[in-house]
């Protein structure tokens, strides 16, 4: 019997998305992306999908006099946007109480700065 889910092994297009966000905080690091405060705001965007809140990008907190400030920021939207879609849309399609315990188990344990 299977304890323990992960988001990794468990949900390959939550995964994949949450990569693709990590990629983009990668390309654009020089601006600040991967700092704490946009992997903050991107886990609390996911803390929302999960507890079926609207989504809500209220800036990524990058340095904003980089030349690169406007293609991360939109990059760093995009990206979140596709991963709240991901969760909040999987968890809805989720229908027995027991897997969608465990996914957002799941993704709580992802959003260990929010949770």
């Given at each position: 019997m299977k304890?323990?889910?992960t988001i990794?092994?468990d949900?390959?297009?939550?995964n ?12 654009y ?7 704490t ?9 996911l803390?929302?999908?999960i ?8 800036g990524?907190?990058?340095?904003d006099d ?10 760093l939207?995009n ?8 969760v ?13 315990d ?14």
């Open positions: 304890t323990k889910s990794q092994s949900y390959p297009n939550v994949e998305a949450i990569v693709a966000f990590q990629t983009v905080q990668s390309k690091d020089d601006t600040g992306a991967y700092d405060e946009p992997d903050t705001q991107f886990q609390m965007i803390a929302d999908a507890e079926s809140k609207p989504l809500r990008i209220e990524w907190a990058i340095f980089h030349p690169q400030y406007e293609a991360a920021s939109k990059a939207d990206a979140a946007r596709t991963a709240y879609n991901e909040y849309s999987k968890l809805n399609r989720l229908r027995s109480r027991d897997t969608k465990a996914f957002i188990k799941a993704v709580k344990g992802y959003c260990w700065r929010v949770y």
